[in-house]
């Protein structure tokens, strides 16, 4: 489906631009476009029963979060789409504007302790179910 995607965008690209050279003047030149491939990150994905889940889960309750279960493109996707089970955890902290040139994040650490002891105590209980 991201192939056939690409194509279509692809496609888009090169009628926009033929169409703006044909409707403006050209006299100091054509615009061109070159799209280029920034990154690639297969699709994967853990399911909701799986024991890693369960286990960052409970990890994120025990440290008074409410984990919600929601699919992004993050880092974890390569491994899941090799069927390695992942899961991609929030630092606890506050922040906005992912990935757009004014993202921020507030590190300070009364906001940002909370959130690192969970991932911490996530790393120790999925070490606990490992060959489950």
Do not use: C, Y
């Not at 922040?95 to 300070?108: F, I, K, L, S, Y």
């Amino acid at each position: 489906a991201l192939a056939d995607l690409d194509r279509q965008l692809m496609a888009l690209l090169d009628r926009a631009v033929t169409e703006e050279n044909a409707a403006r003047s050209t006299r100091a030149g054509k615009i061109t476009v070159r799209p280029e491939l920034l990154g690639e990150r297969p699709a994967g994905a853990t399911p909701d029963d799986a024991a890693i889940v369960r286990a960052v889960q409970a990890a994120a309750r025990a440290k008074g979060f409410t984990p919600t279960l929601d699919s992004a493109s993050t880092d974890a996707n390569m491994a899941m789409a090799a069927g390695v089970p992942g899961v991609t955890i929030g630092s606890g902290g506050t922040g906005d504007r992912a990935h757009a040139p004014d993202e921020w994040t507030d590190v300070d650490k009364a906001k940002s302790l909370p959130g690192m002891q969970a991932g911490l105590h996530a790393i120790v209980a999925v070490a606990g179910t490992a060959g489950r």
